[in-house]
């Protein structure tokens, strides 16, 4: 809760004028509609003009080695809560005048396949990545749907190394990128530096030779590191 208000209160600096509401919810254990409905119903009287689901955690490791509570919580929120949420707010959504969005945010890796140490992570963002494409065509004329794909970028979820990396962007920046996309591209990285990373991650993700590559640098820490 500390770290909701500290939100709320950058947010009042930033804009005296600002009106918030803080709904407090773990989405991990709680994959069952009961929960979702719950949250919305904190909020449903509210003009609600955009919805961002954002949260998501990293899980590194091979199957059988990570603690099986670490897998279901990941799903839960990475996968179950991406949909959940999109289910209980789309229908008032689509009924705003002027358009509403939802912004699903995902992450270039869910384009890669056979990424040895992060198959988990990888397969959440994948399945963030078809549910928002599908979920696109069916409502886009109505609302404006973002799938959100940045590379790596410095927060809490990569920790250091997203410091030192050369790629590694600031949130300000991939958020930017984000808004100024929204309602023109119905997919974005926010940033050009990652926008030009997708064709690679694509073509690599069919060579054998990158395969070898990644599972040296990272998947030998990954998978058995835990
Ligand atoms: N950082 C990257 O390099 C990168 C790259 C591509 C995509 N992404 C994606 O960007 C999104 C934001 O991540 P971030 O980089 O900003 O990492 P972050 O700083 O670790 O933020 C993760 C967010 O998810 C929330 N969250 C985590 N577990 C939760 C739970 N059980 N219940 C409710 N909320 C939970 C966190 O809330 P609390 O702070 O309250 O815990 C926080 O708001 C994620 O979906 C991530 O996969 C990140």
Not at 60 to 76: E, F, H, S, Y
Not at 138 to 159: H, R, S, Y
Request: some cysteine; aromatic content about 10%; glycine content about 6%.
């Amino acid at each position: 809760m500390s770290k909701l208000q500290a939100v709320q209160q950058e947010l009042k600096t930033i804009n005296p004028k600002i009106s918030t509401k803080i709904v407090q919810a773990d989405f991990t254990g709680n994959a069952n509609v009961q929960f979702y409905q719950n949250i919305y119903d904190q909020v449903k009287d509210l003009d609600i003009s955009i919805l961002v689901n954002n949260a998501g955690v990293m899980l590194n490791g091979r199957v059988d080695l990570i603690n099986p509570k670490a897998l279901t919580d990941t799903i839960d929120v990475n996968v179950v809560q991406v949909c959940m949420m999109t289910s209980q707010f789309l229908p008032k959504l689509l009924q705003r005048q002027p358009r509403s969005a939802i912004i699903n945010v995902s992450s270039l890796i869910g384009y890669q396949d056979a990424n040895a140490g992060s198959g988990i992570y990888c397969a959440s963002k994948a399945y963030v990545n078809f549910f928002t494409s599908a979920f696109t065509e069916e409502v886009k004329e109505k609302i404006d749907i973002q799938l959100m794909t940045p590379g790596m970028a410095q927060t809490n979820l990569c920790g250091e190394i997203s410091q030192s990396n050369l790629l590694g962007l600031s949130a300000v920046s991939v958020v930017y990128g984000s808004i100024r996309d929204l309602g023109y591209e119905a997919q974005t990285s926010g940033h050009w530096s990652h926008e030009v990373q997708l064709p690679f991650l694509k073509l690599l993700s069919q060579i054998s030779i990158f395969h070898a590559v990644t599972d040296y640098w990272f998947g030998r820490k990954y998978l058995y590191n835990n």
